[in-house]
């Protein structure tokens, strides 16, 4: 049986980033990564201008007090037509371009004006530069402002704006559709007869897919028969990634590996050494990745965090699996006995990590406060406060 990075090998082998398509800037999607340079078409700022309400003056004329001749006033948006000569101030306001002579700006709060024309200051340390913005700091024209690679965060979008990128390439974000198989499953509006339970991965599946960067879509439920299950992952498996949870155990009624091989899946493998989880199945079709997650509610989570997550952040440009992976010491005393490599629901606490009380694959309310998963090798373990132990964060 594989182990879980050997897995994981495997299903990152397979998910390779979507080819770029052009997007713009009304429609591009937060978290989307860019396929192309971004190069300014401008300097920023494209003037010298000032930062500050207030005076700009020559450096050398400052002295507290000394009182100037206002020449001129210049409001943001628009241009000075003088120049400052020694002795002399131009009214200026933030983000006004500066007046040639001027070398400063003093703002207005060390300053007193009784007319228009004339103003004293009261500053006697104005350094040539002070509160003045030289063109070209921020960026220049022909400056690659956003390398191909970059996150589209809302600072991205705000560059994308300044050097007014209406159109750009981008790796489209990932389709996914999710299926949840069993005769006993109904919908989560409906109430629950003899033997039924309601269907709580398919909306679980929904917000991990929303949460990873990928466009989720439901496909409601299959029957346990092949006729239904064949009929819902053959309209899967025209998405990105196909994902089904149960059906994939060793039972009578786990249908799910044999349709999925009827229908041209190839299966990369069937079963991980991990707990919650093991039967897990991986396979793709053409460029159609599908993961068969077990069915109980933890497993169905886990699987998805572990192998789907990353499949997706893949497939989106992304390459940020590695961030989540990290050893930490445990907040207080752990013991566990398990078979096999374990996935512990657990809490981030300043600098530590706390195991939670948890039950096991069925105990979905147990992963509610859970912001990570401590990794437990098998066999017995007693873990004292302190101890470092692989945790993989999940939010
Ligand atoms: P399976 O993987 O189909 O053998 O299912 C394992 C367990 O998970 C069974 O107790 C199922 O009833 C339960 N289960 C399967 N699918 C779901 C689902 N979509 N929502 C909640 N529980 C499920
Ligand atoms: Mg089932």
Redesign the pocket.
Known sequence: MLDVAMALEIVVRHAAARKPEMTTLAAAALGQVLAIDVRSDIDSPPFTKSMMDGYAIRAADAASPVELVVIEEVPAGTVPTKYVNVGEAVRIFTGAPMPDGADAVVMVEKTQSQSPDRVRIDDAFVKPGQHVLPRGTEMRSGDVVLPHGTVLTPAAFGVLASVGMMEFSTIPTPHVDIL???D??VEPTRTPGPGQ??????PMLFAQTRRAGAIPRYLG?ARDTEASLRLKIEEGLTSDVLIL?????A?KL?LVPKVLADLGVKILFHQVKMKPGK?LLFGTKGDTLVFGL????V??YVGFELFVRPALRLLAGHNDGEMRMRTLPIAATFAADNNRPTYHPAKLEAGTVRALPWFGS?DLRGIIAADAFIVLPPGSINYLAGQPVEVISVL
């Open positions: 949840a198989t069993g006993e499953l339970i309601r269907n709580s991965n398919g439920i949870a149960g059906g994939v155990s039972g786990d039967p077990p069915g109980n509610p497993s169905s069925p």
